[in-house]
């Protein structure tokens, strides 16, 4: 295991553009712009979390990070030297178990005709990780450590809870060895008891593993509760990252002002000052001028329509994509 | 758990907690689509038919006493012409043994005496002068004149100078002079016949009517082949028609007394002493249809009664003691002869027996046999289609599902075009190419079968196909590719076993599609020819109106075969549809 600390992941300038075809020779008539320009980096045993609206790309970050999807721009760097679409397919293949994900449902992330030991175990035999003779050994520790029990080996996936599925599937992620897990939207199909249950596995697996996690989701007290630092994503655009204390105590960037105002509190007597957001998300085929959330922000000014704004540090490692807080973008001396 | 070892079952049973998921059995998915298969009433109703009929051509064939092709006979009594018979209206010579009557002496026969009628007529023919005494209607004994001298009276000396290698008796001598005394022309002595002719002068010639044959109407047959050289002898023949003639019952011929069983003019049997048929005599000429048949002389004396006592039937009763039915019908001024008469017949649309419970085809074969060969093949080919339209769609719908792009585009393409093939007409076109090249019936099934799965295999690729472009997008695909196992076991370990179960209700589902195309082309004479039988041709050979009105066991059985089958394999394609659909929690 290498030493904490270290860059396990840095993301420069990811973008992912889905061509839009129509026509009958499929003629490409534009671009859904899902992932446009992000940028970030994880340290080893850490966890961020990646936060936003549905469809607002964090999903295809995920995948566009472990080249599920091939990406349109930008690099995409694991422990420091890996490039993932460099690799030719044999060696892309033998490094695939150090990079891992955990799907949002647990349904169909199983298939139905393999029994779960075979589900844990298929990989691990594939890569040589364990002597064959030591398979089974191993892939009941790993069970065990997934809080599934060893005579549940041979049964299949349709015989399990929706809670119990999630811990297959993030045993068969953990008995890779991996060292980082994408965790996308892992416990949004589970209720609420089975989430906190998946979630203390998860803290618990990065303890003992030293895992690195990305963590996607929309539930910001999940995000709070896990996250060491946070990126919140609008329409492709990450607008604004910091570390988890910083950007709950200090959120910068409207959206995300607003997306912490809709925080539920579980006390009847405060008093809730939510920023109401008008309108829906525009379409990431045709993705509005300027900043891309001018069409809902309440601090929208004219040059908000016009330019995009910069990303700007303010220390600490938050970093916010706005005009309010870039004094060279005019949005001060506007009106 | 087995009854062997209750106490260590308690113990079990208490260490588990009542929560404890051991508790609950395991069952594999195909386990439980194997119990929930069979919980399917209609589902075990078509298995437990194709069983039967899986049974019934498999094992049936094997337990049959017939082969396939095995043609069965049946005796039948056929009534065939046996013999024909005319009445004689010719005269029939007989010559004396060593003399020849020569076809002129007959024509000129013929033509004087016939017409004449007179009791005795001279005639000459080829130089030589004939005598035709009448004893009877058509009966005549022919004699020719011979020349034995000449004789010269000069007053009372008669002197005679004989031809050589001629002697003349003194008995005869004397009865010349005394002829040529009396003046007399002719004159017997010692039962010959003299002919004085008087040439010039005194001179005479002196001729002697010697015997040389005997015109009759009558027909002599002999009982037995051993006889036909006495029958056929001049005595013999003379002395049985002059004493038919004369109305005797006894006739010596050559010292031999031979009695005579004289049933009307023209009819009569000759026996001799000790009362065995020796001829049987006749106007009436019969003679047997085909070569090698000799006909007893009882027999044409049967023929020759009836014929002249004018009936159309008659019974006989043959050398073994069997009676036999004759019928006779006049034809111009022939008779012909009928009997019934043992044939082998192909035993054709014979109906159910004990022997044949399904009864014979046109073919005269066993149908029941016919029916479990047939379905044999009926069942093959349905298999064998099946496997090779799967093979080939199993492997173009997968590599356009699994791969899609422009891979997908070119073969879905591909399949769009074999779609638009007519399959009939093709089907059609090459059976006719078959038929022309006369192709071996065996080379031509498996051509069939082959043609029938490259024109098959279409729907299968597009179910896979679809399957496999729905699958590929599932989480668990994409957790394979980020696991990093390799692209085949991701296609056959993961991929391939999802798309089975869908597959395997296809596969069965379109078996009975099969089927019945297949039965469709042999019905239409494209498929399975003979001596090879399908269900298909089976019915293909109840397609005339009679058969299909007179013979239903020839065709029903083989239509209910049919039907069976298909229904069975429907039913069981939709069991396992039931079965293997995760949301039927029966």
Not at chain 1, 154 to 174: T, V
Not at chain 1, 265 to 278: A, F, G, Q, S, Y
Not at chain 2, 345 to 368: C, E, K, N, Q, R
Not at chain 2, 498 to 513: D, E, K, R
Request: hydrophobic letters at 40%; glycine letters at 10%; one cysteine or more.
């Amino acid at each position: 295991m290498s030493e904490t600390g270290t860059n396990v992941l840095e993301v420069r300038h990811l973008c992912k553009y889905f061509p839009i075809k129509s026509g009958l020779f499929g003629r490409v008539v534009g671009y859904v712009h899902a992932v446009e320009d992000v940028s970030f980096t994880l340290k080893r045993g850490t966890t961020m979390g990646l936060v936003g609206e549905s469809g607002c790309g964090k999903t295809t970050v995920g995948k566009t990070l472990l080249n599920l999807t091939p990406k349109t721009d930008g690099e995409v760097i694991f422990n420091g030297n890996v490039h993932l679409d460099r690799l030719s397919g044999r060696e892309l293949r033998s490094f695939r178990p150090k990079i891992q994900i955990i799907f949002q449902d647990p349904y169909s992330s199983l298939s139905p005709r393999l029994p779960v030991g075979e589900i844990i175990g298929e990989a691990v035999r594939e890569h040589h990780l364990v002597p064959d003779d030591q398979l089974d050994g191993y892939v009941s520790k790993i069970m065990k450590s997934c809080g599934l029990f060893d005579y549940q080996k041979d049964r299949y996936p349709h015989e399990f809870s929706g809670g119990q599925r999630q811990r297959i599937c993030i045993a068969r992620a953990i008995a890779l060895n991996p060292d980082f897990i994408v965790c996308d939207e892992p416990v949004s199909a589970l209720d609420v008891s089975i989430q906190a249950q998946i979630i203390n596995l998860l803290e618990d697996l990065q303890k003992e593993y030293n895992l690195t996690y990305l963590f996607i989701s929309h539930d910001l007290s999940v995000v709070q509760h896990i996250s060491d630092t946070v990126g919140v994503m609008y329409l492709g655009n990450m607008v604004e990252y910091a570390g988890k204390e910083d950007i709950f105590a200090r959120p910068l960037h409207p959206y995300t002002q607003a997306l912490f105002s809709a925080i539920p509190v579980p006390d009847p007597t405060v008093k809730m000052n939510r920023i109401i957001l008008e309108g829906s998300i525009p379409s990431p085929a045709n993705p509005p001028s300027g900043c891309k959330f001018h069409t809902r922000c309440r601090n929208c000014k004219g040059v908000c329509s016009q330019k995009a704004p910069r990303t700007m540090d303010m220390g600490g490692g938050h970093t916010v994509a706005c005009h309010i807080y870039d004094p060279e973008s005019g949005y001060a001396q506007e009106k | 758990m087995s009854e062997k070892e209750p106490k260590k079952t308690m113990a079990n049973e208490e260490e588990l907690a009542l929560d404890d998921g051991r508790r609950v059995k395991v069952l594999s998915p195909g386990m439980m689509v194997f119990k929930r298969f069979i919980r399917n009433r209609l589902a075990i109703v078509g298995i437990c038919t194709l069983i039967f009929m899986f049974v019934f051509s498999f094992i049936g064939g094997l337990v049959s006493p017939y082969r396939q092709d095995q043609v069965f006979y049946k005796v039948d009594n056929a009534n065939k012409e046996y013999a024909s018979a005319i009445i004689n209206s010719d005269y029939r010579f007989t010559a004396v043994e060593g003399e020849v009557l020569t076809p002129m002496t007959r024509a000129t026969f013929n033509g004087q005496v016939k017409s004449s009628g007179a009791d005795e007529t001279v005639f000459t023919a080829d130089g030589v002068t004939y005598t035709a005494k009448k004893i009877d209607d058509g009966f005549y004994i022919l004699s020719a004149g011979k020349t034995l001298g000449t004789v010269a009276q000069l007053g009372k000396i008669v002197d005679i100078n004989l031809e050589p290698d001629t002697e003349l008796t003194d008995e005869a001598r004397k009865a010349v002079q005394q002829a040529l005394r009396n003046g007399e022309g002719s004159f017997t002595a010692d039962g010959v016949s003299y002919t004085l002719t008087r040439g010039v002068g005194k001179n005479y010639t002196l001729s002697s009517m010697v015997e040389v044959g005997m015109v009759s109407m009558l027909n002599f047959d002999p009982h037995d082949p051993s006889y036909t050289g006495l029958v056929s002898g001049y005595e013999f023949r003379k002395a049985c028609e002059t004493a038919m003639h004369r109305g005797e019952t006894t006739a010596v011929a050559d010292g031999i007394t031979y009695t005579l069983d004289v049933q009307d003019e023209n009819n009569a049997v000759v026996l001799d002493a000790g009362g065995k048929e020796i001829a049987g005599i006749s106007n009436i000429i019969v003679n047997p249809v085909n070569n090698g048949i000799f006909l007893t002389a009882d027999y044409r004396a049967a023929v020759s009664e009836a014929i002249s006592e004018r009936r159309t039937a008659f019974d006989y009763i043959n050398s073994e003691g069997v009676p036999e039915h004759h019928t006779i019908q006049m034809r111009g001024s022939n008779y012909i002869v009928f009997t019934q008469q043992q044939t082998y017949l192909i035993d054709m649309y014979s109906p159910p027996s004990a022997a044949h419970p399904l009864g014979t085809d046109d073919h005269g074969m066993d149908v029941l046999t016919r029916l479990m060969y047939g379905g044999r093949i009926s069942l093959m080919v349905g298999f064998i289609v099946m496997i090779l339209e799967n093979i080939i769609g199993i492997i173009i719908g997968g590599v356009s599902g699994y791969f899609g792009g422009w891979v997908d585009t070119l073969l879905m393409r591909f399949v769009d075009l074999f779609n638009s093939i007519p399959y009939y007409p093709m089907m059609i076109i090459a059976g006719a190419i078959m038929d022309s090249f006369e192709v071996d019936p065996y080379i031509r099934l498996y051509m069939m079968m082959a043609i029938m799965g490259i024109m098959g295999w279409t729907g299968v690729a597009r179910v896979v196909r679809g399957q496999i472009l729905s699958l590929r997008e599932q989480d668990f695909m994409v957790a394979t590719e980020a696991t990093g196992i390799p692209v085949s076991r991701r296609i056959f370990r993961h991929l391939v076993p999802n798309v089975m179960p869908l597959l395997i209700v296809q596969a069965t589902m379109g078996l009975g599609s099969i089927i019945l195309a297949e039965a469709t082309l042999s019905f239409l004479g494209l498929g399975i020819k003979y001596p090879l039988a399908s269900w298909g041709s089976i019915i293909n050979s109840s397609s005339n109106i009679y058969v299909m009105t007179n013979c239903w066991y020839l065709w029903i059985p083989a239509g209910l075969l049919i039907v069976l089958t298909v229904l069975g394999f429907n039913f069981v394609g939709d069991g396992l549809r039931d079965a293997f659909d995760p949301k039927m929690k029966r």
